[in-house]
């Protein structure tokens, strides 16, 4: 069973920063690889970005050049660095880990708010 907890997310206002964090239960983003998502308010949850197993990293078109994804795997840890936030920003954020056998695990999430 894996266990996923998201951290970080307050209100922070238009052009400002946050970092989010994801803690693993165990030793895992080395071997699956993880993903952020968000889901804004009155919207579907949207991809925002991955870091594979092997440490590449990919983005949504919305959030390229602003966020970056990262992990530290002595502390089964990943990171969403947000950078100049935009108020469609504002969403709960989401880390998840898909498994070879079907399974995907979610974090309970987090919210971002951009506001002035």
């Known amino acids: 069973q894996v266990q996923l907890v998201e951290s970080g997310g307050g209100l922070v206002q238009p052009g400002g920063s946050l970092r989010l964090s994801c803690a693993a239960s165990?030793?895992?983003?080395?071997?699956?690889?993880m993903g952020w998502y968000r889901q804004g308010p009155g919207k579907q949850r949207e991809w925002v970005g991955t870091i594979t197993r092997g440490g590449r990293t990919n983005y949504g078109d919305s959030v390229k050049g602003r966020f970056t994804i990262s992990r530290d795997n002595a502390k089964n840890t990943a990171y969403l660095q947000m950078n100049s936030l935009k108020y469609e920003d504002t969403a709960v954020y989401y880390c998840?880990?898909?498994?070879?056998?079907?399974?995907?695990?979610w974090g309970q999430g987090t919210q971002v708010t951009v506001s002035s």
């Open positions: 165990g030793n895992i983003f080395n071997i699956y690889g």
């Open positions: 998840s880990v898909p498994i070879p056998d079907g399974r995907v695990y």
